[in-house]
């Protein structure tokens, strides 16, 4: 079993930036895909980015595009999600995901593994 803790989340204003960061407790999920899903209330949980298991891929909801990176330290089994320039849209919790049997994905379906989510709220 493979567990995800994620952590950075908060409370900020539009425009401000927050950086999250996901630990994973095994070193198996490296070559893997990873990625970040957001769930705002009332509204289903959506891609926000995801990179393959060697780092060299990524892909990026259209909404966030220019203004969110993810990253992977495969050494540290960790993943991180900067965010600048955030939106009051950009609210919702956060989680990151681990994908057992693909390297690259885009489907949240596709991942087996999910941290317990972070809280972003971002004020106007």
């Known amino acids: ?3 995800l803790v994620e952590s ?3 409370l900020v204003r ?3 930036s927050l950086r999250l960061s996901c630990a994973a407790s ?4 490296t070559n893997n895909a990873m990625g970040w899903f957001r769930q705002a209330p009332g509204k289903e949980r ?4 995801t990179i393959s298991g060697s780092g060299g891929s990524t892909v990026y909801a259209d909404s966030v595009k220019g203004r969110f990176t993810i990253s992977r330290d495969n050494a540290k089994n960790s993943v991180t999600l900067q965010m600048n320039s955030l939106k009051p849209e950009d609210t919702a919790v956060y989680y ?3 994908s057992v049997y693909y390297s690259s994905s885009t489907s949240a379906s596709d991942y087996d ?3 317990q989510g972070t809280q972003v709220t971002v004020s106007s």
């Open 14 to 16: 539009a425009g401000d």
């Open 26 to 29: 095994k070193r198996t999920l």
């Open 96 to 98: 990151c995901a681990a």
């Open 8 to 10: 950075g989340g908060g």
């Open 46 to 49: 959506e891609l926000v980015a």
């Open 1 to 3: 079993q493979v567990q």
């Open 113 to 115: 593994y999910w941290g």
